[in-house]
């Protein structure tokens, strides 16, 4: 079985995150940069499959620019086979929308039994991307799962939501997300971290995409999280109309208690609708 | 020599994600109640851990002297106890590595490396501590067994280790009639005294190992008998930096401790950190720390290579690192005041960890002892 996991550099979110305020654009260099914890989520369900059964082939796939190598890198330490790295210039900048179709093009050409994702970036947060991919695919998505279990042939998985619990299936080849209560990710071991080096990572550049339906270049505005410094604003189809800092948070209103400061508590947390 | 690799920043990178999950949440804890987590070693020894520069064939990590004081240091400013009981462990798997036939190393060096089994290093007597070439314990040979008896002082995981490599007298000849033992835990007449009460080093036990007439098997025996004590030596050089790096990461612990304190703590119309003889103090610590840390690089460097002056400067390295983990842990305890006394903000458990590594692993004076001959030696 072919399980490909896409993985996403993002910011450490230990650190602080910052906008560039004039390109709209992650200010890559304001932290370190890191595999986002979700992703390394989604690769653990693909390495437990990877632990029961040594013929399967877990390949990570990500896009992004040259630093990205090293989030695959990790996702290799971790026992991940090979990574895809789609790379191109005129990628940088690129929505979600353009994201998934790069990605989508991307898992055409590398072939897959299942693909596995965490369901929302830490960064972004946008939550679209598997879904749009699964679109490109015309493939069943099964999202936000709190377990999976993948045997030959099939995906059966649980989703919890505030309403119940969903008990979801589905034939492969799919397209399945994880959210943050799936399984913990394993520590790379030393072996790992030494033999992540010898294992292939294949460049992919648009060009090796052939296809296809990247969305055009000259369509305006910058990408919502599109990545790099210098990024070319034209490059993705979401419109970003303005960018501002976050305001400083102001001190927050004080109640002394002359006997009526429950009933005000309550009055105030109703009012922001935080009970 | 003091750029990291690409490899060494990743297993720093993973040693600090797993200690900041695994060990240090719990440390106060284990301090507390002298508890000594043997499953969080097992999980250390699938992350490499237990055999960090013991050679890939039977499941170790194969990496560098260099590479395992990086490693050390970082566990350390997680928990020195820890980080020093694996210290322990991974000399033990070493000598067995590094001595033992192809059969010992097969049978022992699997289990030891991934931690299901722990190590202890038997050297120490009662009445043998600095002076170890005068050890009393006995292995009398009879037909296929030697047969132990004596007493060992002062052991790391005693109790909870499934190997003890025993460092035990063959013949009356001094230091040339020591012979290096593997004796198993489940052995008839092996027995051990209580945990020891003692200043730090809480979360690993410490007891006396007592043979009663115990049976081992020559087949058991490290190398050729009376090559003991040489064994045991060399597989303290590496103990010394090892050692040597635990107290840099207690006591880089100590300081980024400091240093976050100095910038919060307000006294005097202002923090801390803008009284300059506090600073001083700051950039003292800062510089003792780092002067030490480039030893114990060079001495590791120096046992990689297979040096000529390896000894000198492992030896050299284990005094002044630990001297200055100490020193450094010491000020940082005053620096911040009452809190720096109360086991709350973790200040003084560091002291009472980082006081032992000035004593074992031969102590500071030892250190001064091989130095100090090697330097008027003709």
């Known amino acids: 079985m072919k399980i490909v996991v896409l993985v996403k550099q993002v910011p450490d979110t230990a650190e602080e995150r910052k906008l560039d305020l004039t390109t709209g654009l992650l200010d890559r260099d304001a932290g370190d940069s890191v595999v986002d914890e979700i992703n390394e989520r989604a690769l653990e369900v693909a390495l437990r499959v990877k632990d029961a059964n040594k013929s399967t082939e877990v390949v990570v796939m990500t896009m ?104 979801v299936h589905a034939a492969l080849p799919a397209i399945v997300t994880v959210t943050e209560s799936s399984a913990e990710a394993r520590f790379p071991n030393f072996k790992g971290i030494l033999t992540a080096k010898r294992k292939p990572v294949t460049t992919l550049s648009v060009a090796d995409l052939g296809s296809a339906d990247l969305g055009s270049a000259e369509l305006g505005g910058a990408g919502l999280t599109g990545f790099g410094p210098g990024a070319d604003a034209r490059v993705g189809s979401t419109v970003i109309v303005s960018t501002t800092e976050r305001t400083a948070r102001a001190a927050g209103r004080k109640i002394v208690d002359d006997g009526t400061a429950a009933t005000e508590l309550a009055e105030f947390l109703v009012a922001n609708r935080l009970v | ?237 590496g103990g010394r930096i090892n050692i040597a790096a635990c107290s840099l990461g207690g006591g880089q612990a100590a300081l980024d401790k400091s240093i976050a304190y100095l910038k919060e703590r307000t006294a005097f119309g202002g923090t801390l950190i803008s009284k300059q003889a506090l600073l001083f103090e700051i950039a003292d610590m800062d510089t003792e720390l780092e002067t030490a840390r480039t030893l114990v690089l060079r001495a590791a460097e120096a046992l990689d290579r297979g040096a000529a002056d390896t000894v000198r400067l492992c030896a050299m390295a284990k005094r002044v690192a630990t001297d200055a983990g100490f020193n450094v842990a010491n000020k940082a305890l005053q620096l911040h005041g009452g809190y720096g006394y109360l086991a709350e903000y973790g200040l003084e458990k560091i002291v009472r960890d980082l006081r032992v590594h000035q004593i074992l692993e031969g102590s500071n004076e030892i250190m001064r002892l091989i130095v100090g001959r090697l330097a008027v030696e003709d």
Request: charged residues 20%; proline residues 4%; negative net charge.
């Open chain 1, 64 to 167: 992004g620019p040259d630093g990205a190598t090293q989030a695959l890198r990790k996702a290799l330490s971790m026992g991940a086979d090979s990574g895809v790295h789609i790379l191109d210039d005129s990628l940088a900048g690129a929505d979600t929308k353009r994201t998934a179709a790069a990605l989508a093009a991307g898992l055409k050409v590398t072939g897959f039994d299942i693909v596995l994702a965490g369901n929302e970036s830490t960064d972004g947060r946008g939550g679209v991307v598997p879904a749009m991919v699964a679109e490109h695919l015309a493939l069943p998505l099964l999202g936000s799962l709190v377990s999976a279990e993948i045997t030959e042939g099939a995906v059966r998985g649980v989703r919890q939501g505030e309403g119940g619990t969903l008990n």
């Open chain 2, 1 to 237: 020599m003091f750029e990291r690799t690409e490899d060494q920043q990743a297993m720093v990178a993973m040693v600090r994600d797993f200690a900041g999950g695994a060990i240090s949440p719990h440390s106060a804890y284990w301090d507390e109640t002298k508890h000594f987590p043997v499953d969080v070693l097992r999980e250390a020894g699938t992350l490499g851990m237990g055999g960090i520069y013991v050679s890939e064939e039977y499941g170790g990590s194969g990496l560098t002297r260099t590479d395992a004081v990086l490693i050390f240091e970082e566990l350390a400013k997680a928990d020195p106890t820890i980080a020093a009981y694996i210290s322990i462990h991974n000399m033990v798997v070493w000598m067995i590595d590094a001595f033992g036939n192809a059969v010992q190393r097969a049978n022992w060096v699997p289990q030891l490396a991934s931690m299901e089994a722990l190590g202890s290093y038997c050297l120490t007597e009662p009445g043998a501590g600095s002076d170890a070439a005068a050890l009393s314990t006995q292995a009398v040979r009879d037909g296929d067994d030697y047969v132990l008896n004596g007493t060992k002082q002062f052991i790391s995981g005693a109790g909870a280790a499934g190997f003890y490599l025993v460092m035990a007298r063959t013949a009356d000849t001094g230091s040339h009639g020591i012979t290096a033992i593997v004796v198993p835990a489940n052995l008839q007449g092996l027995s051990f005294g209580p945990n020891e009460k003692k200043m730090g080093w809480n979360a690993q036990p410490t007891r006396q190992v007592i043979f009663e007439d115990v049976r081992v098997p020559v087949a058991n025996r490290l190398g050729a008998e009376g090559s003991g004590f040489g064994i045991a030596m060399k597989g303290l050089n």
